[in-house]
């Protein structure tokens, strides 16, 4: 392992997420007052006192629940407790202690990691450090009170775990890796998939639409590379948003797709692409990522001859403007074909973040011009004079030219073509910027 791991452990509803936000710096987690709003690990960087560790946000544990979700919820803290180097047991001050806390307390201590008990919502810190000495009988140590809200008493806090990491190692600097996103519309299997490549039970499953709420970041490790794994929630239609938590969703999903190297747009093969699927699928494009289209439940599609190449013929139809995307079909219930997404993602990044050189670039912009005649209108001739490229991800082209009302679309998808012919450039979006430059500039 790397960078230390500090998992926020506790009941439903005692401020996890809000003392989460407050480190990460941002708003990652769900903060609902509703109980077992987050229900899956979230993770995220932060640094203390020049340490980097990763911290992770777990769904409420509730010991003696059979409820389905609460069940799998205790079962991904557990995975948490597992993974930490330390555990921050969060309480409620106002509550007092409970039973739930007294069986978490004995679990945690049970796990033989260090433990630093927190005390949260003590808003009133003169008033409220009076009611943390029942915390004593969990026998964990000394209670800290906080208040996540106000962020009070947070850097004492921080103090603790600091002192209770393990030695640095020389490995726990900043690695490379490629930040893959798993974006689809609800159910379609995009959870089943990275806990297929895990083999582990890394975010909940259930046959229940919807389940996955936040995205989850998963570091994962072969022999191809090293990734970030990240789960979104499915977007639904605008329609069946009805819960602020749902809309929640969404924005992360969209955030997710911001932060993201390659984009793993999965459909679902009984269904075909929908009006959903292209719509998230546009999201992608519009934000320049690299994207793969994964047909996920391939083995559930009866086939005869010609059925791969017919369906997916009718996946670029529906999703025209992914005409340089790759499709991969595979099932995730079986793990077939789920190896070869790696050498895809692979060349898919490598591809996103292609630079071109000047030279060649406009060697291939003249044997583009030689080969078809830049348009004219109304007597007037386009004139590209040269182009070199602005950025990367996604590559981004900037071409002088004497008119830039004369650079019609039809010629800008030429050029596009002509440069995915000689440069690759699969399954990424390319981008050209049209800049005047008048013959007198060269003088």
Request: glycine residues 6%; neutral net charge.
């Amino acid at each position: 392992m790397s960078k230390p791991i500090v998992a926020i452990i506790g009941k439903p509803n005692v401020g996890k997420s809000t003392f989460f936000n407050y480190l990460a710096g941002s708003r990652i987690a769900i903060v609902q007052d509703t109980p077992g709003v987050t229900r899956d690990r979230i993770y995220t960087e932060t640094n203390w006192r020049g340490r980097n560790f990763t911290l992770i946000d777990t769904g409420g544990i509730e010991p003696t629940s059979n409820d389905i979700i609460l069940s799998q919820m205790r079962e991904q803290a557990n995975l948490a407790i597992t993974m930490a180097d330390v555990i921050l047991f969060l309480t409620d001050v106002k509550q007092g202690v409970t039973s739930a806390d007294k069986e978490i307390a004995l679990m945690l201590k049970k796990s033989g990691k260090p433990i630093v008990l927190v005390c949260n919502k003590a808003d009133n810190f003169e008033k409220d450090r009076q009611e943390i000495y029942e915390f004593y009988n969990l026998g964990i140590g000394d209670p800290y009170p906080i208040s996540a809200s106000n962020a009070l008493g947070i850097g004492d806090v921080l103090d603790k775990i600091y002192e209770s990491f393990p030695p640095k190692s020389e490995n726990e600097e900043e690695e490379n890796q490629i930040k893959v996103a798993v974006i689809g519309k609800p159910n379609v299997g995009k959870s089943s998939l990275i806990n297929k490549i895990l083999g582990e039970n890394r975010a909940i499953v259930s046959d229940i639409a919807g389940t996955t709420r936040d995205a989850i970041d998963t570091e994962f490790e072969n022999e191809s590379g090293k990734y970030t794994f990240i789960d979104t929630a499915g977007i639904r239609r605008k329609s069946k948003v009805k819960e602020s938590i749902e809309k929640f969703s969404i924005m992360r999903t969209l955030l997710a797709i911001e932060r993201a190297d390659v984009c793993l747009m999965l459909v679902d093969a009984t269904e075909g692409v929908t009006e959903q699927d292209a719509k998230i699928a546009g999201e992608a494009h519009e934000a320049g990522k690299g994207v793969i289209i994964v047909v996920n439940k391939w083995d559930a599609v009866e086939k005869q001859t010609g059925t791969l190449e017919n369906y997916k013929k009718e996946v670029y139809e529906k999703l025209k403007y992914l005409s340089y995307a790759p499709i991969l079909f595979i099932s995730a219930k079986t793990g077939q074909r789920v190896n070869k997404l790696f050498d895809l993602i692979n060349q898919v990044a490598q591809q996103n973040s292609m630079r071109v050189s000047t030279s060649l670039l406009n060697q291939v912009i003249n044997e583009a011009i030689a080969i078809v005649q830049p348009p004219t209108d109304k007597g007037k001739r386009l004139k590209i004079y040269y182009g070199t490229q602005a950025t990367t991800k996604p590559p981004t082209f900037v071409i002088f030219v004497n008119n830039k009302e004369l650079f019609h679309f039809s010629y800008e998808r030429y050029l596009v073509n002509q440069f995915r012919k000689e440069f690759g450039l699969v399954g990424t979006p390319v981008r050209i910027m049209v800049r005047e430059k008048n013959d007198k500039d060269d003088k």
